[in-house]
Every structure is written in C-alpha cells, then in structure tokens.
C-alpha cells in the first residue's frame, strides 16, 4: 500500500515521465519528498515547482530553493546553476500532472463539488455528513483552482478513507482539467447561476463549463445534480448514473419533505425511492442550505454511510470564514457573508437576513457591495439584486461604482431609499454604527474583491 509523498516519495524517473520533461542532471534514485511551490515552506528533500503568474515568477526563487536542500527543480527555462531539474512547457500543467500521477496511487472515493453558488457549504456538508464513516481529505480555504487543487490531491494520505474535492473556474475548459486530476468517484453539481457570466456570455455556456465535471468522473462514477434547476435537469452522464436531489421536483431521486427553517438551521425529511429518512437537521440557514444537505445525504448514501452515521455528522456543520458567519454583538447581530457573491447567492443571503431579523424580532439592514465578473450583464444584475434587496428594512450600499450606483437604483425602483456609504471603510463604519438599534440583524455581503470583512470588523 502507497501511504504518502512524505513517507514513501515519489521515484523522480516516474515524475519526468508524467509530466513529459526534459531531464537535466537526473539521477534516477533522486526521490522526492514533498512537491514545493513556495521557498518559504519546507523546501528540504522537496521538488521544486517554479509557477509563473502574472505578478510573480518562481523561477527567481530557485537557487534559494536549492540552499534550502530542495532534491530537484521543474521550470520552463533552464536554470543559471548546474543543479537537477525538469524542464517542461509549462510549470502549472506539471504540477497538475504530478498530482494526477499521486492520486493514481489511492484507491478510494473521491467526492468532487462544482456549480455557480454553494460549492464550499455543499463540501463541507458532505465532508460532515461522511466523516463518522470516513477520515476525509478535503479543499481548505479557496484552494480550488489550478494551483490550489493538486496540492489538495497531493496531501492525501493512507489514513484517509475518502476526499471531497471543489472546483472552481473562471473559463471553459477549467473543471475539464480539474476533474482529470482529480479522478472522482462522484461528481456534483450544485447549480447553474450567472456567476462568470462576464467570462462566459450565457447560463448555457456555464452550464457547459460546469458540465466538464464528467471528464475525469471514473467509469462507473456517479453525477449528482440539482434536479430544480432548469439546467441541470438535463446533465447527462456518460460514464455512470445521473442522480436527483431537489426541494420542487417530486421526481429527484433525493427530494426534501417537511422543510422547516429554525433559529439553528434546517431540519427536513428525504423521500428516496421507497423510503423515507426522517428527522435530519443542518445547522446552516435558509432553504439554499436544505440543498447543500441533500447532497450530502446523497452522497454519503451512494457512499454506504448508514442514515444514523450521516445524521450525526450533518449536526457537526459549521461554516468556514466569512461565510454565513453570524455573530451577535452587544444587542445587535452580524451576518457576515464577505468571501464571494454573485446574483443568486446574494437573493439567498437577502432570503437569510429576513428570517434572522424575523425570528429575533429586529430590523432587518443588508449592507451590500458590488458583485465582480458579470460583463455585460452587470448593470441589469445589480439593478435586479438591489430590487431584491429593497425586502430589507435597510440598505446600505457600500462603494461609489456604476455597479453599487445600480445596487441603489434597484432598491429606490423596489420603493427603499438606500444609504450611501461610500469607498471610504472608517467611514463606512462610522456610518453603520451611527445607523444601528437595539435588535438589528445585519447582513454584510459582497465580492471577494470588495474585501467587506475589513467593514465588518469594525462594526462591534
């Protein structure tokens, strides 16, 4: 059995082979350790992968890599020192490559997530629903792109019994890459949005995209989608079963019964062919939680985690940072939603507010900035968001954009005069705090970009 790049390492002859190198100075009994991106890590007994982006080269860093006692190196142009190294077109593929290469050497489950919204509550949904089952590997932080994901593969280890992977993207033929590393046994879909539709022109475009999710599925693997969204009630599967899960559609394979919203969360039954599981609670709020949880009860069922397993484990949830984190504060109570948005997640997160303000008995007051990479379809989008927020008791729009001035046309067209607050952070806050009563619930979302948790932060 293969336990760990740490522990057993990795052949370099074989790693020259899977990424289809040029070797230079190779001993073939080099072996490698760790795979190191970065000079500030341990680079000891590591290879070196010297990624070049548009702000930054690693190839500046290779004779430090080298002091700190890396073995060998990968590169796109030949280095100033006489040192072991693999020369290749592109560092980036290489190092999908060689964690395509490690993932080949574990036989186990492997969950991979991608959609539009709620990746990242599904994943970790699913994580909690099997882990009474399973030791789970898993993406930590925002590490789902190209460069994030194989070192998520490449930290797997033999005392892990599965893996749930998120993919994100930005462009056709991203996931496509993603999933080949990757190899899941399972593939979800959570959605099919207007996130990246700047990049992409359409939702049928996305739903392309996001459809590439199928091209590393393994033969026999299962895809798992929303079967309420419009999109996706048509995703086919060549390699494998197509499963269901969905609130509306009475013919998902996965449908919610008996949905109930709580202060905690949500507590639901599943209707799945001839039965019935009763009595799951997920400790998230509002109903785009309920989807997150019922691909989580799909995916632990396809896993054979027993029902008992899987309902224990949902009640362990707890969301990664600015994600629906809801903190209370003195006599008043903060959402904080601050690490993406889109459209679609924003109408959910308006949707949260509501029921929080609701059930505390306080005003409802949604603090919102811009939503990056819509295109063309920014005006339109954030005119109909900021309609959609005008249900709030308050808003507040931070920035002085076109896209936060539409933010503000939509509420006034819905019938709210928002306030302004500005670009200015101190501000900002000055403003919000000044604003606040006794009860208020408050909301604070908006694009990564837009770095809204400095705002939070200071509102206390």
């Known amino acids: 059995m293969y336990h760990s790049i740490g522990k057993d390492g990795l052949n370099i002859m074989e790693i020259v082979s899977a990424v289809g190198g040029e070797a230079h100075n190779i001993r073939d009994d080099i072996q490698v350790y760790n795979i190191c991106t970065d000079t500030r890590a341990d680079v000891k007994g590591s290879l070196f992968v010297a990624l070049k982006g548009e702000k930054y080269d690693g190839h500046t860093y290779i004779s430090d890599a080298f002091a700190k006692g890396a073995a060998a190196c990968v590169c796109q142009r030949c280095p100033a020192d006489d040192v072991p190294f693999i020369k290749v077109d592109s560092t980036l593929e290489a190092l999908g490559k060689i964690a395509m290469l490690y993932r080949g050497k574990f036989d186990l489950p492997v969950v991979a997530v991608t959609g539009s919204v709620g990746k990242t509550t599904t994943k970790e949904a699913i994580c909690a629903a099997i882990s009474p089952h399973f030791s789970v590997c898993k993406t930590e932080k925002n590490f789902n792109n190209e460069v994030g994901l194989p070192q998520t593969i490449l930290s797997l280890t033999s005392d892990h019994g599965a893996a749930v992977i998120e993919m994100g993207m930005v462009e056709r033929g991203e996931i496509s890459n993603l999933s080949r590393i990757t190899h899941p ?206 249900r709030a008791d308050v808003v507040m729009i931070f920035g002085d954009s076109d896209d936060a001035k539409n933010l503000a046309n939509g509420a006034i067209s819905a019938g709210r005069e928002p306030i302004m607050l500005g670009n200015d952070i101190e501000k900002a806050a000055q403003i919000i705090r000044s604003s606040i009563v006794r009860g208020d619930v408050i909301l604070i979302k908006a694009s990564r970009a837009e770095r809204l948790e400095r705002l939070a932060e200071r509102i206390k």
């Open 185 to 390: 046994t399972i593939a979800v879909i959570t959605n099919i949005g207007t996130s990246h539709i700047g990049h992409l022109g359409s939702r049928e475009n996305i739903f392309l995209a996001k459809s590439e999710i199928t091209d590393g599925l393994c033969d026999g693997g299962t895809l798992i989608v929303n079967g309420d969204d419009d999109m996706l009630r048509r995703a086919a599967n060549p390699r494998g079963d197509v499963v269901f899960v969905g609130i509306e559609n009475a013919e998902c394979d996965f449908c919610a019964k008996n949905v109930k919203e709580t202060a905690g969360g949500v507590s639901f039954d599943v209707k799945h062919g001839n039965t019935t599981i009763n009595d799951i609670f997920f400790p998230s709020l509002g109903r785009h939680s309920v989807y997150a949880a019922l691909f989580a009860v799909a995916c632990a069922t396809v896993l054979g985690v027993s029902d008992d397993e899987m309902r224990r484990g949902l009640t362990l949830y707890r969301p990664v940072e600015m994600r629906q984190n809801i903190v209370q504060c003195g006599d008043f109570t903060k959402i904080v939603d601050c690490y993406n948005a889109s459209p679609e997640s924003m109408r959910a997160g308006i949707d949260v507010l509501l029921s929080e303000a609701k059930g505390r008995g306080g005003r409802s007051v949604a603090v919102l900035g811009k939503m990056h990479e819509l295109g063309d379809f920014s005006p339109m989008l954030h005119k109909q968001t900021g309609a959609y927020a005008a």
